[in-house]
């Protein structure tokens, strides 16, 4: 059960960064989220693991969520 859990939440996971990826510029994703600090050397994609981290929660700390909690 918990490795079809896991399977499931990488799969929405990767589904989320394409539609950030594809759909939002840079400057967008920053000025979009509240409460969120960025270096200005991040990169798009940085900026994009960031923010996933903080919808889907970490599997470490174990507040993992299966749907993210948009912050965008």
Known sequence: MAEEYKKRRQKNIRNRRKFLYNNYTKKELITSTKHMIFNKSDTKKRIINLILK??????????NRLNAKKII
Do not use: T
């Open 54 to 63: 903080r919808e889907f929660g970490s599997l470490r700390m174990g507040n």
